[in-house]
């Protein structure tokens, strides 16, 4: 009998159980990551809040959901304060989730290893209480978590002493003020969500893997110097394979979503018009811009006489200046949500006007298309400078002393980045990162390789 159970266990596939920060920007990668594993013989399993799985649908043939509590099972009440959601989250769902993993556990699905968001830290302390492997899956650039990790040990202080000299830190360029995440530069700006950020690194000795979702060639001299103290693993760009090394099946329906795209109204409208003509822009799922700088956007993108698509989500939409949509009727199409990923795949897309979300930044790279960086809070603003002076892809549009982008800067940025000697350079660089972006998740490629040997000894060491 005994025999016959270790056959069994053999038999099994490693399962690794999923746990993003229930946001949109740390699901999709963390579900595209799932599928790479999914194709390398590896069951996975996604943990959202049972919040989430009552308002979105997630749509997987083969990857299982399981629910667990934060506490807020009917959603955080409006004007909810962040601080006390985050710590009934970590009270409520260290509790939940153990609960789920030993549920999982006694009906047969034992979970061999939790990759969990770093933005939750406790699903290390969970992962480990119960004697199962531990991955941080970490969702942000690796410059930028570098950035965080000198904050959480010491090594830099916050407020920093002189804005106004350079900061220099060892596998980053020098920075100015403007480049560091905004935590930084606007200090005392939304202390909760800065603690998150500072608090990914605790108890990260514990955990057997640290994915960061970049890959090797875009941010190869920080990850070097990480990798001199931490076994940095790169797996990104967390593209779906349709975009780039095309070795997995199409399923543009696997997901889920917060927001619902409009696919056809945006795909039909993109099919009408000429290659290389129409702007992106978008905010992602979370920037709310002031009415100042939305009213400028729009007057910036009608000065550029270009055709537009822009998502405008349902909560920014009173923002729109009143007459632009009439003035712009035969240019411009705005949707509340779109398929970003076939927006940009588009051969119609000339320029992306965003707001350097990492996700929406590895996406236009890995896509080729040129950007026009307009960062707003968090991450964004370093994210921009790389853009912008590392991997010259785009450009990085000023604001004035009222820390507004103008329209005319807007329509300047959007003709530099399409224009000229400096136009020619961004194309034939976005043209090169798209390139080494596919490469490094070809087979043999830099984050491939890794994936398979997270794999192989996943399999090794649990079975
Ligand atoms: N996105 C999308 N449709 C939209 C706008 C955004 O599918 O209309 C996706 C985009 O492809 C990206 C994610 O939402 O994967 C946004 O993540 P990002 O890190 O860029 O920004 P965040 O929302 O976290 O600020």
Redo the contacts with the bound molecule.
């Keep these: 009998l005994k025999a016959m159970e270790e056959n069994n266990q053999k038999q099994r596939a490693a399962h690794c159980l999923i746990f993003p920060y229930p946001?949109?920007?740390?699901i999709?990668?963390m579900l595209q990551f799932s599928k790479r594993l999914q194709q390398k013989g590896v069951k996975i399993t996604l943990a959202v809040t049972k919040h989430l799985s009552k308002t979105t649908e997630f749509k997987s043939e083969t990857i299982s959901l399981e629910t667990f509590s934060d506490g807020f099972d009917d959603g955080v009440p409006p004007g909810y304060d962040v601080e006390t959601y985050l710590n009934t989250f970590r009270e409520v769902g260290t509790r939940t989730l153990k609960e789920t993993l030993q549920v999982m556990s006694d009906s047969g699905r034992p979970v061999d290893c939790v990759i969990y968001d770093p933005f939750l830290p406790w699903g290390l302390d969970v992962a480990k209480e119960l004697g199962l492997y531990g991955a941080a899956f970490f969702?942000q650039s690796c410059a930028v978590d570098l950035i965080y990790h000198r904050v959480f040990t010491g090594e830099l202080k916050v407020p920093l002493p002189d804005p106004e000299s350079e900061i220099l830190i060892p596998g980053l360029p020098p920075l100015k003020m403007e480049d560091m995440p905004s935590f930084i530069s606007v200090h005392g700006s939304y202390p909760p969500i800065f603690e998150i950020v500072v608090d990914q690194f605790r108890g990260m000795e514990k955990a057997d893997w640290l994915f960061f979702n970049t890959f090797y060639m875009l941010e190869e001299e920080v990850i070097e110097y990480m990798a001199k103290s931490s076994p940095v693993k790169t797996i990104g760009p967390t593209i779906p394979s349709m975009y780039l090394d095309k070795r997995l099946p199409d399923d543009k329906e696997y997901g889920l979503?917060v927001?619902k795209?409009n696919t056809a109204a945006c795909m039909d409208w993109l099919n009408e018009r000429q290659p290389d003509s129409v702007l992106y822009i978008?905010?992602?799922?979370?920037?709310q811009l002031g009415n100042g700088q939305m009213e400028e956007l729009a007057w910036g993108l009608k000065l550029s006489n270009k055709h537009f698509l822009w998502?405008v989500r349902s909560s920014e939409e009173s923002k729109m200046p009143s007459n632009f949509l009439q003035e712009t009727s035969d240019k411009g199409l705005i949707?509340?949500?779109?398929?970003?990923?076939d927006?940009?795949a588009h051969e119609a897309i000339c320029c992306f006007i965003?707001?350097?979300?990492?996700?929406?930044?590895l996406?236009a790279l890995s896509m080729g298309v040129p950007m026009v960086a307009m960062p707003q809070w968090?991450d964004?603003s370093t994210n921009s400078k790389f853009v912008m002076d590392v991997w010259k892809m785009g450009i990085k549009a000023q604001k004035d002393e009222k820390g507004i982008v103008r329209r005319e800067t807007i329509d300047r940025c959007i003709r530099e980045v399409m224009e000229g000697e400096k136009g020619e350079e961004i194309k034939k660089n976005a043209l090169k990162w798209k390139e080494l972006a596919r490469e490094s998740m070809c087979e043999g490629g830099s984050s491939d390789k890794n994936i398979e040997e997270f794999v192989a000894s996943l399999g090794s060491n649990s079975l």
């Design positions: 946001i949109q920007g740390h999709n990668p969702t979503s927001y795209p978008s905010f992602g799922s979370l920037a998502v949707v509340s949500w779109c398929p970003q990923l927006v940009l965003t707001h350097c979300g990492w996700n929406s930044t996406e968090t964004q």
